[in-house]
């Protein structure tokens, strides 16, 4: 990871025609505190910095974030739905897995592998006895890099806003914004 120099952060605020106070308060931080670290007075901490790069990033419009990924309609199941009703989404929806709630909250994950070996007398059980971990989950101020790292993981990563879910993110959806 290239880390920027105060010298960079000073050319790069002035092309996006920032003031050093603007940036200060986009990143959270002082105006006094970016004039040292332009300086090379100060050496930042690694969550300051990133809070101004990231400031700098919004600022040039670079910045995606979970709120403009996800699909907020999630097509999910229940841990009591019957397994046949797992199936049933996910051939209506082409999906290749599903999100497990239990009133809005992330409890688990269901695949087509998780089922592939179950025989028909499994369909009529119920999905928490076949269900894997829940999907990660992240705010909706999570960055598209974030997302990305977890999706390196996982097959799907929820947005979730007060432990409630408000939306999905699937590598689909990172392949369609950059087509």
């Known amino acids: 990871m290239n880390l920027p120099t105060p010298q960079d952060l000073r050319e790069r605020r002035i092309e996006l025609d920032l003031t050093q106070s603007s940036l200060a308060e986009r990143a959270g931080v002082s105006q006094p505190l970016i004039a040292r670290i332009e300086g090379g007075d100060v050496d930042p901490r690694l969550s300051t910095l990133r809070r101004i790069v990231e400031a700098l990033d919004e600022a ?4 995606v974030r979970a709120d403009d990924l996800m699909n ?5 199941v229940g841990p009591d739905d019957a397994i046949q009703e797992a199936v049933r989404k996910m051939d209506e929806e082409a999906y290749s897995q ?7 909250i992330p409890v688990g994950s269901i695949s087509q592998s998780d089922l592939v070996h179950l025989d028909a007398e499994a369909r009529d059980e ?6 894997a971990e829940s999907f990660p989950t992240v705010s909706r101020e999570a960055t ?3 997302i990305g790292n977890l999706l390196d993981h996982y097959k799907a990563v929820m947005v979730t806003e007060a432990g409630e879910t408000i939306g999905i993110i699937t590598e689909a959806d990172i392949a369609a914004r950059l087509s």
Request: proline share 8%; net charge negative; charged share 20%.
């Open 60 to 63: 040039e419009g670079g910045i």
């Open 72 to 76: 907020t309609e999630v097509i999910h």
């Open 98 to 104: 599903l999100p497990v709630l239990q009133n809005g």
């Open 126 to 131: 119920p999905v928490v006895e076949h269900m």
């Open 144 to 146: 598209s890099d974030e």
